[in-house]
């Protein structure tokens, strides 16, 4: 009877075989043992591994009853890690950093050979977590501490790109940032980042902030700091001389410096200041009520009781100082309301490569101080002296030697000023951009058409509260066409037709002010017409 069958049911009457686990050892079967594999070397240069021991082919059931306390656990899995010495492991680990698989696909067709052998596992002790990472990324953190979760991408950018967004962050922001983890700490503090300070704030204690600061910024180079360049320290009341010595001792290459308000600050920090940092070249004491000089002269307070009876104290020039030659080219001495003319004229003989100077609201200027300013500052190209009651038109005859270097010109609320004075100064500046004459009130026509005609490289004008009428604006949009801003506010001889004129001719016009002018919805239209891109600022509730 033939007994082959195609089907593939089970005959009657036999039972079928049990399925065997994948992972147990095949019994031991007579016959030829099979062919050994070809032998491989080991990637890494290692022996090859010994001859299993005794026993190797036995059953699963006999091998778990003699090797009753072996681990069931996979990661201590004797496996072929055991085979490999201590500077296997280091270079197993290189590898495995490196990014080289080859050494798992070697394993893997020894193991196809062998079926007693399992797949080696990587122990704990070979691989910590920073090798782990390294699969994820190529750049693993050096830095212990507190970390990003496993998930968080910000954790896997290069230090670069972390210092790229770090250097968009203020001074106050950086210091939180370092507070963040160890990594952020060691970043934040980078030197490249803090080229600047910017701080501000009333309740803030400016002089222990700026030697923290530093004493942090200078551990590369101590004491000093030679990446800070630029210090601002506006509203900070509580700023004193001794914070101004700290920028003195630390930064030596300080170019940019501005302490707005700072109400406590004396003319012996500035002078500590100025003469140490040889580079400074933008000077801001905005508010220093009592900065009267940049010089080493004591101050009022510092002198004995007999000279402040003399009142020797009220003219500077009268102490012994060395003389400075510094290379500061913007000076803002705006509210400083003790200078006087004395005063400057030790400013203007220290620093004589001004090419700033602003005096807005220095009551105390007459002048006299125009004339010394213009004899040692002779490449003056900005000057600001709005608010000083006392400069009349001496002041700007003295101005007018200047020549056509003067592009800015602020005489605002000079109230003594006349046309005599600003004709002379069209007839010599005749390459002014900037003129504000707002509130000098016995300017008239004459004036405005004399500077039309000789600066015709005007750019913004400000004739508020002038007696100003349509035929000055006539003149002045003919001979100025390239006018970007007018302020012609609470002019009121001002009407539609000198309003449409300076439309008409000035199509560039940016900025136009007709506040409290009577000027109608025509004019506005017309302005609106011609110039398409001019901000009107108005109060007539009838051109919204």
């Known amino acids: 009877m033939n007994t082959d069958t195609t089907d593939d049911k089970p005959l009657r009457g036999c039972r079928p075989m049990p399925l065997q686990p994948l992972n147990r050892v095949p019994p031991h079967r007579e016959g030829p043992p099979p062919p050994t594999p070809p032998f491989q070397p080991h990637p890494h240069g290692l022996a090859p591994p010994p001859p299993p021991p005794p026993g190797f082919g036995v059953s699963a059931s006999n091998q778990r009853q003699t090797t009753p306390n072996r681990p069931q656990t996979p990661n201590h899995d004797l496996g072929y890690h055991t085979l490999i010495s201590r500077s296997g492991q280091s270079q197993w680990n290189n590898d495995m950093k490196s990014g080289s698989f080859s050494t798992l696909s070697n394993t893997t067709s020894i193991s196809r050979h062998s079926p007693a052998r399992q797949m080696p596992s990587i122990p704990p002790s070979s691989v910590d977590s920073s090798d782990t990472e390294g699969f994820m990324t190529t750049n693993s953190s050096p830095y212990k501490g507190k970390k990003w979760g496993r998930g968080s991408g910000f954790d896997r950018l290069p230090d670069d790109v972390v210092l790229k967004i770090f250097s968009n962050m203020s001074s106050t922001q950086l210091c939180n940032m370092a507070r963040v983890n160890r990594r952020f700490y060691a970043l934040a503090w980078e030197p490249q980042l803090w080229t600047r300070i910017n701080l501000s704030g009333e309740q803030l204690n400016a002089d222990k902030a700026l030697k923290t600061l530093t004493r942090i910024l200078g551990r590369a180079s101590p004491p000093f700091c030679p990446t800070i360049e630029k210090v601002a320290l506006n509203g900070c009341s509580r700023l004193t001389d001794r914070g101004l010595h700290v920028l003195a001792r630390r930064c030596p290459e300080l170019k940019h410096l501005e302490i707005k308000g700072s109400a406590l600050v004396t003319n012996s920090g500035i002078f500590e200041l100025v003469s140490k940092c040889l580079n400074l070249v933008h000077l801001d004491v905005t508010g220093c009520s009592q900065i009267t000089c940049i010089d080493g002269a004591p101050s009022h307070s510092n002198l004995p009781s007999t000279s402040r009876g003399l009142g020797l104290h009220s003219d500077p020039s009268h102490y012994p100082r060395p003389q400075l030659f510094l290379q500061i080219q913007y000076l803002d001495l705006t509210d400083c309301l003790g200078l006087q003319d004395a005063g400057l004229l030790v400013v203007v003989r220290n620093c004589t490569q001004l ?81 504000n004459m707002r509130g000098c ?86 302005v609106k017409k011609f110039c398409k891109r001019c901000i009107i600022e108005h109060t007539n509730p009838g051109f919204y």
């Open 355 to 435: 090419q700033c100077l602003y005096l807005r609201r220095c009551v105390h200027i007459t002048d006299a101080g125009i004339k010394n300013v213009v004899s040692y500052c002779q490449g003056l190209r900005e000057f600001s002296v709005s608010d000083c009651l006392q400069i009349t038109d001496r002041g700007l005859f003295e101005l007018a030697k200047l020549g056509p270097s003067l592009r800015y010109l602020s005489i605002a609320k000079c109230d003594q000023v006349t046309d005599a004075g600003l004709k002379h100064i069209a007839r010599h500046c005749y390459k002014l951009r900037y003129l």
């Open 441 to 526: 009130e016995t300017v008239t026509d004459s004036s405005v058409e004399a500077l039309a005609r000789s600066c015709s490289r005007l750019r913004a004008l400000d004739i508020g509260k002038c007696d100003i009428t349509d035929a000055g604006l006539r003149h002045l949009a003919e001979n100025c066409p390239n006018l970007k801003k007018l302020s012609v506010k609470s002019c009121e001889l001002v009407s539609d037709t000198g309003v449409q004129a300076i439309a008409y001719y000035c199509r560039g016009l940016q900025q136009l002010n007709i506040q409290d002018c009577i000027i109608s919805i025509d004019g506005y239209r017309t």
